[in-house]
């Protein structure tokens, strides 16, 4: 994941001197310009909580100042005097907000959730107010008509087009009565969400599995059945066993429990979540209420649906090519499924008896039962076996290697510099000629107060406009820290999943070369941010790294090549399975947004839509609406869920770039990528950055392959 700072769509860095005048004024450090080394460093040392109310008021003055001045110019409306102006307001605004998230992140305390409580209102207040102000949207509106007569450069008419549509996507465009009914289905939406996940939650609490007897966990870890008899014990029912409703405390029973009555039982209650029909946390009212009011405000956008409004400034393009791409994986997911139960099936037979009438009547419930044994049978990998090997300094190294492999980046330590936490380290980037490029802070440890996750930030981005500004990239992880002496051992999912994939967010940063920052690094689509991230976890298990740095941290002996090998071996494992789950919830998501305004009855609307897909019934698949919060409590995904099929199916084939050539350290190869993706951020749309790199549009079949599916027709 790659979380993007405040405003980042109109994000500004630049100075300017009347900034300067009022910053000096204010007395409050949090104002205060970036002093020191590389174009000044982030005030950690400096932050005090109660300073952040007034700073932000002060900067938010600042910027509206700014704003006038630009809305009062008599001069008619110019990329300089309207874009660039955009473009270098928000300096004092911008410093505050990095501070601020990194406390409201990483450093969370009481005092720190009061001030969020209070001022999260206030900045999406803000921010509507930047993009509602129509004046300023005049403006812009006559650059962006003549934005390609006026002389601009490729990147100018891009960054014009990016403002426009920002303000536009925010209802800028609107007439008066338009943008009252936006404010008003914008607000409704917003507790309808709150609604949806407070009911939710309320049945997670209330739908817990309680069992009398430890012997109903049978073959579930220890530490599990520990966790549940606490849970018990903290809700009165000691003696009892409680399996909290939630993924964590539920996949151990699906996947481990050996009474299959008992898996039933839990499979009935999570299914069940927000879908208590009549119920006072019944979310189907509210799903019908949401669906209704995106589908109005994407009418009043213009657009025939939200599908078709979401996906509209996205690579995809269209609902259209989304679900092109969808039923491309789907059918030979589904196929590859049917294997895979198939195995399952074969050794619930063996189990005779003891299979419970599973090898009949295979049920979602026995899904993650059987797959693990199927697993441990064909791909056995010990985490034991294999933690040994994956040391955090090590695979850091190899993670900088490979950066200087691809990329020609080197990081070298630094010392001394103020840093958000003591845990945290500082390194600085240097270009193939040595040159200083950025800086790059990891906090890799879990610790109280921090969120949990992994993720990319910057605390400054890279620009060249009004002035050059070097990259601050930063990392986070929540790796468990190790006894003093003793070294970090990490998961292959750790490896692969935050460290090289969160690392991969940091290098689009680390290699951004463009003038304007509002168009650097990851603020790009969101159906293709994912895609340099993704194509970074290919290197952690290339032999190189494999070999060069996963050692033994007692004996530095490699990683013996068999267990290598299964390790590669295990990518493609259940692939039906999970691409077939990823997809269908993708599906539903998106043809639930294709359906207008239609009164639906939600469960016939699912039972009709898993028909069509063509699921098997013997596995978990499609979340049920109630519950799927990724596209109801919010709308960050809603319409959006294809996304991760489609960053993938970009990041298979581009990858195949490499294995085409000289293997995944191909220099030409790796130049290219940097040139076209890696270095050009938003500069370029997604679609033609693609092409560049690649010579044409992405092919699926890539994917296909990546996954271990059949390819159709031949090839
Ligand atoms: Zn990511």
Redesign the pocket.
Known sequence: ??RRSFLASGAALAAVASASRALAASGNPLLEKWVGAWDGLPPFDKVRLPDFEPAFRTAMDMQRAEIAAITASKPAPTFANTIEALERSGEALNNVATLYYVHTSVLITPETQAIEEKMAPVLAAYGDELTQNGPLFARIKTVYAARETSGLTAEQQRLVWVYHNNFVQSGAALDGPGKTRLAAINLRLADLYTAFSKNLLADERSDVLVLDTVEDLAGVPEANIGQAAAEAERRGLKGKWVIANNSSGMNPVFTFASRRDVRKKAWDLRMGLGGHAGGTTDNAPIIKEILKLRFERSRLMGYETFAHWRVSDRMAGTPQNAIALMEALLKPAIARMGEEVADMKSIAAAEGAAAQGADKDFSPWDYRYYAEKVRKAKYDIAEAELRPYLQLDRMKEAMFWVAGQVYGLTFHPVSGVPMPHPDGEVWEVKDRAGKHRALWYFDPFAREGKQSGA??NTYRQQGRFPKTTTVISTNNCNFSKPAPGEPTLLSWGDVAGSLF??F??AIHHLCSDVTYPTLSGTNVTWDY??FP??IYERWAMTPEVLGKFAVHHETGAPMPTALADKLRAARTFNQGFTTARQLSAAMLDMQIHLAGDADIDLVAFYEKEVARIGLPKEGELAPRLGWFSHIFSGEAYAAGYYSYAWAEALTADAWEAFLEAGGPYDPAVGQRLNDTIMSVGNTVPAATAFRNFRGRDVNIDALLRDRGFPIPNGA
Request: proline share 0%; no cysteine.
């Open positions: 994941m790659d993720w990319a994939h969160e991969g967010h941010v994912e991230s993704q």
